[in-house]
């Protein structure tokens, strides 16, 4: 990511600066860009930094909370496998033709999807294991609403 924004702003002073401009270059940021956002899709499911609308979630009990993730993640896991399919169908179609700026198949950058796609497809898997292994006081709620009768305030 931190190349990425390397990149990005010399591009930008060099344009706007110098009046050079480099498509290849160009065309390396917006598949570098690709890249950090699909790669990104594992990280997030790891890190469950994903969207998620909690507010029926949290008023389950934990042992009911541990089979709606898993199922959340199963349904997610059909979305990805889905992405995949359809990104290496785009790679057999548009794969064949070459990149203006760097001048290489089109299918090395195209094939940032379904490569990214099968490794998002791991982290679910990873995250369904550790749903279904994971000691019940995993789904418990983190943060306990302080009221007036709590000691600890």
């Given at each position: 990511m931190g190349l990425l924004a390397v990149l990005v702003i010399?591009?930008?002073i060099a344009r706007y600066f110098f009046s050079l401009s480099w498509k290849q270059l160009a065309e390396f940021?917006?598949?570098l860009f690709a890249f950090?956002?699909?790669w990104g899709m594992g990280i997030n499911v790891l890190k469950n930094e994903?969207?998620?609308i909690d507010i029926l979630y949290d008023a389950v009990k934990p042992s009911i909370k541990r089979w709606l993730s898993v199922l959340n993640y199963l349904i997610v896991l059909i979305v990805d496998l889905?992405?995949?399919?359809?990104g290496f169908q785009y790679v057999g179609?548009?794969?064949?033709?070459?990149?203006?700026?760097m001048e290489i198949p089109m299918k090395y950058m195209y094939g940032?999807?379904?490569v990214c796609g099968i490794i998002c497809a791991v982290c679910v898997v990873i995250?369904?294991?550790e749903f279904i292994t994971a000691d019940i006081s995993y789904f418990a709620p983190k943060n306990k609403a302080l009221t007036k009768d709590d000691p600890t305030t």
């Open positions: 010399f591009a930008v940021n917006v598949t950090t956002t699909f994903h969207v998620m889905v992405f995949v399919y359809q179609v548009a794969g064949k033709q070459i990149s203006q700026g940032i999807m379904p995250k369904i294991i």
